[in-house]
């Protein structure tokens, strides 16, 4: 492969990834978002409670109060490994960007040094044909110094 296609497919992976990114922290803002709507919940949940129970209530409906406030944790833990994983997912993305940006920062490097060795051979060749067509062209050429 030349190192323009490299370069370029490395450009689209890169673009990938960033698109990975974004979708991550979607996910993870979703999640967080969801978290700390059952925070709220739960809070509010924990404050009817306990109104309720400074009033008195039944032994059922304690059972109840219980049995809600528990479907609520265990939300609340589902969602908590949720945004977990969805964090960890995050930080994946950015740490594969990051090495995509850097293999292409890298061949970058590569290009514009490969571009600089031609630049050089260029010179070369150029400053030989002068060199040529000044020889040629020269007065002392084929003369022979009387001297």
């Given amino acids: 492969m030349k190192l323009d296609a490299i370069r370029r497919y490395r450009a689209q992976v890169e673009d990938v990834l960033r698109m990975d990114l974004l979708r991550a922290r979607q996910n993870l803002q979703d999640a967080e978002t ?10 509010e949940t924990v404050e009817r409670y306990c109104v309720k129970a400074s009033a008195g209530m039944a032994l059922e409906e304690f059972f109840e109060w219980q049995a809600t406030y528990d479907a609520e944790a265990a939300m609340h833990t589902q969602a908590r ?6 964090r960890n997912e995050w930080h994946q993305k950015q740490n594969d960007l990051r090495d995509a940006m850097q293999e292409r920062r890298t061949l970058d490097r590569l290009a514009e040094r490969v571009r600089l060795q031609q630049r050089v051979a260029q010179h070369r060749v150029e400053q030989m044909q002068m060199d040529e067509a000044a020889r040629r062209t020269s007065p002392m050429r084929g003369s022979h110094n009387p001297l």
């Avoid at 969801?34 to 809070?43: G, I, S, V």
């Avoid at 490994?81 to 969805?86: A, N, Q």
Wanted: charged content about 30%; aromatic content about 6%; hydrophobic content about 50%.
């Fill in 34 to 43: 969801a978290c700390h709507a059952l925070d709220a919940q739960m809070r």
């Fill in 81 to 86: 490994l949720v945004e977990e994983r969805f």
